[in-house]
Nanobody, 119 residues
Framework: QVQLVESGGGLVQSGGSLRLSCAASGLHFSIYAMGWYRQGPGKQRELVAAITSGGITNYSDSVKGRFTISRDNAKNTVYLQMNSLKPEDTAVYYC?????????????WGQGTQVIVSS
């Protein structure tokens, strides 16, 4: 059974930092692309950052230069370092693992962790 478990969310003041972690189990972690998504109040879920199995990263324009995604395949964990946080970063952050093999797609989600940035 695949599980993605996020941790590290919380309440932080504007300008502060948080580090989110997502521990994966039940899948061959190193071959999965991993991503962080977020869903703010009244908004659709959006991609924040992603990292391929080979370590290539991409970021949404809204977080570029402030957030860093990384992965530790030995620990089956993906991280999101968030610096210079803004109130508009307030959201539930979700971890995602995705793999495409031929016509099959494997897509897994964590339960989410709340981040609240106060002004």
């Amino acid at each position: 059974q695949v599980q993605l478990v996020e941790s590290g969310g919380g309440l932080v003041q504007s300008g502060g930092s948080l580090r989110l972690s997502c521990a994966a189990s039940g899948l061959h972690f190193s071959i999965y692309a991993m991503g962080w998504y977020r869903q703010g109040p009244g908004k659709q879920r959006e991609l924040v950052a992603a990292i391929t199995s080979g370590g290539i990263t991409n970021y949404s324009d809204s977080v570029k230069g402030r957030f860093t995604i990384s992965r530790d395949n030995a620990k089956n964990t993906v991280y999101l370092q968030m610096n210079s946080l803004k109130p508009e970063d307030t959201a539930v952050y979700y971890c995602n693992g995705r793999r495409i093999r031929g016509v099959e797609e494997y897509n897994y989600w964590g339960q989410g962790t709340q981040v609240i940035v106060s002004s």
